[in-house]
C-alpha cells in the first residue's frame, strides 16, 4: 500500500528563499524606498597606499560624483582629493565630504583607471599620482584650521 499523504505535503511546503518563506520574502519589500546615502572613494595627495572613504551628507549627493574634486579632512587637514569611484561602506562610520569644488569632472574615469593601475604598477601612492595629472594650479591650497 502507498502512503499518498507525504507526497502531499511534499508539494504543499513553501519554498524557501534564504532564511524566510516566499511569502514573507516578498512582504518585506520596500514599498517606498528612500534615498540612501551614499559613500565615495577619495584619492586623496597624501604619502598614504590606499584610497580614503568618505560619507556624502544628504544636500552635496549628485548621481555620480567620479572626476569631481572634493574638499575633505584627513587629519586635522582640509585637503582636496578627486572621487575615483563609489563604495559599500556604511556611511555612518565614515566621516563626511566638506564640499564639492567643480560643477563639472575635471578628469574621465578611463584617465582613473589608467592612472591607478600605474601608481600601482610603480608603486606611487594614487593620490600624488592622480594629483600629477592636474593641471598646475588647479588644486586650491588649504591651510590648516
Known amino acids: 500500500m502507498v502512503l499518498?499523504?507525504?507526497?502531499?505535503?511534499?508539494?504543499?511546503?513553501?519554498?524557501?528563499?534564504?532564511?524566510l518563506p516566499r511569502y514573507t520574502v516578498a512582504m518585506s519589500i520596500d514599498l517606498?524606498?528612500?534615498k540612501a546615502s551614499t559613500s565615495v572613494r577619495v584619492a586623496v595627495p597624501v604619502p598614504v597606499k590606499t584610497l580614503?572613504?568618505?560619507a556624502v551628507p544628504s544636500h552635496?549627493?549628485?548621481?555620480?560624483?567620479?572626476?569631481f574634486r572634493v574638499k575633505v579632512l584627513v587629519g586635522r587637514r582640509q585637503l582636496v582629493?578627486?572621487?575615483?569611484?563609489?563604495?559599500?561602506?556604511?556611511?555612518?562610520?565614515?566621516?563626511?565630504?566638506?564640499?564639492?569644488?567643480?560643477?563639472?569632472?575635471?578628469?574621465?574615469?578611463r584617465l582613473i583607471d589608467v592612472l591607478l593601475e600605474q601608481a600601482a604598477h610603480i608603486d606611487c601612492p594614487p593620490g600624488i599620482a592622480i594629483?600629477?595629472?592636474?593641471p598646475?594650479?588647479?588644486?586650491?591650497?588649504i591651510t590648516a584650521g
Do not use: C, M, Q
Open 4 to 19: 499518498w499523504w507525504p507526497l502531499l505535503l511534499s508539494f504543499t511546503k513553501t519554498r524557501e528563499v534564504g532564511p
Open 32 to 34: 517606498f524606498p528612500t
Open 52 to 54: 580614503l572613504d568618505y
Open 60 to 67: 552635496l549627493e549628485l548621481e555620480n560624483l567620479t572626476g
Open 81 to 109: 582629493g578627486v572621487v575615483v569611484g563609489n563604495t559599500v561602506t556604511d556611511p555612518k562610520e565614515l566621516r563626511p565630504l566638506l564640499e564639492i569644488i567643480d560643477r563639472e569632472p575635471v578628469i574621465n574615469n
Open 131 to 134: 594629483e600629477s595629472a592636474l
Open 136 to 141: 598646475t594650479g588647479s588644486t586650491p591650497r
